[in-house]
């Protein structure tokens, strides 16, 4: 399925964007006169409540971090 497609090629291909887009998460721009004009992606596409396991372990951080001594001695 191609991302960008014409407005006229969307009227008889619906079904297929719409399969692509639910099924797969993809995104599909629609081009008419030539500009973009709509893009039809799945609503959760970008919502996530799942932990990036590929940044597990890597990201160090401790907001609550006591270090009074430092901001005493400045």
Request: aromatic residues 10%; hydrophobic residues 40%; charged residues 25%.
């Amino acid at each position: 399925m191609p991302t960008v497609i014409d407005f006229e090629q969307v009227k008889t291909a619906f079904p297929d964007i719409f399969d692509y887009v639910a099924e797969k998460k993809g995104v599909v721009t629609v081009i008419r006169g030539g500009k973009a004009a709509v893009r039809i992606s799945p609503i959760n596409v970008y919502r996530t409540t799942e932990p990036l396991p590929e940044l597990a372990g890597q990201i160090n951080c401790d907001l609550f971090a006591d270090e009074s001594s430092d901001w005493e001695s400045a």
